[in-house]
Structure formats: structure tokens, C-alpha cells
């Protein structure tokens, strides 16, 4: 049973940092492709950031390009998601997703296979 489950949410100020931790167990991470999505309260879900298996592509949305940095570490099972320079509009619950691929989107969420539970990031002062 493959799980995920994201950790480093929280509240932090406008121009603060954060950084997201996608943990995953029940397969080897190198297997997959992990994409990180989010979803503000009244508002559709997302896609953010997304890292091929090996590493050697990553897609980030226009949003974040410049301030948020994906990166994997497949000896530890996880996906890190680094966001500097955090504004209110980064407010959203966040997402990490698996995808048994070699490549990854951010633009069709419905092609992750696995997701975790969330993790709230708030971002005021």
C-alpha cells in the first residue's frame, strides 16, 4: 500500500519561508514521479510543482517560478517542496501526489495515482 504524507505546514508572515516534506512508504520512490498541488478554501485545486523520478526534470507554475524549489531524495523516500518569499495567496492546503511514471505534470492532477492528506500552509501576518 503506498502511502504519502506531507509535514512542514504552518503559519508564517509574508515574506517568510517554508519548507514541505513528502514522505512516502510502500514502494521505492525511485519508482515514481511526485507532483505537489494545492487548494485554497472556495477556490479550485492547483498543481504547483512537480519532479520526475529521476530528478533530472521539474515544472513549477508560473506562480511560483523564482521562489518555490522542488527537490527528492530517493535513499530517504521523500520530496522536499522549498518556498521562499511566501505571499497571503500561497494560502492553501497542500498536496503531494505520486505518479508511476517516468515524466510529470501539473496541469492533469487526475493522472496521480497516490495522494496524501494535506498539510495547511497559511501565510499571514
Known amino acids: 500500500q503506498v502511502q504519502l504524507v506531507e509535514s512542514g505546514g504552518g503559519l508564517v508572515q509574508p515574506g517568510g519561508s517554508l519548507s514541505l516534506s513528502c514522505s512516502v512508504s510502500?514502494?521505492?520512490?525511485?519508482?515514481?514521479?511526485i507532483g505537489w498541488f494545492r487548494q485554497a478554501p472556495g477556490k479550485e485545486r492547483e498543481g504547483v510543482s512537480c519532479?520526475?523520478?529521476?530528478?533530472?526534470?521539474?515544472f513549477y507554475a508560473d506562480s511560483v517560478l523564482g521562489r518555490f524549489t522542488i527537490s527528492r531524495d530517493n535513499d530517504k523516500n521523500t520530496v522536499y517542496l522549498r518556498m521562499n518569499n511566501l505571499a497571503p495567496e500561497d494560502t492553501a492546503i497542500y498536496y503531494c501526489?505520486?505518479?508511476?511514471?517516468?515524466?510529470?505534470?501539473?496541469?492533469?492532477?487526475?493522472?496521480?495515482?497516490?495522494w496524501g492528506q494535506g498539510t495547511q500552509v497559511t501565510v499571514s501576518s
Open positions: 510502500g514502494t521505492s520512490l525511485d519508482s515514481h514521479s
Open positions: 519532479i520526475g523520478r529521476r530528478g533530472d526534470s521539474t
Open positions: 501526489a505520486s505518479l508511476d511514471l517516468s515524466w510529470c505534470t501539473i496541469t492533469a492532477a487526475d493522472v496521480y495515482d497516490y
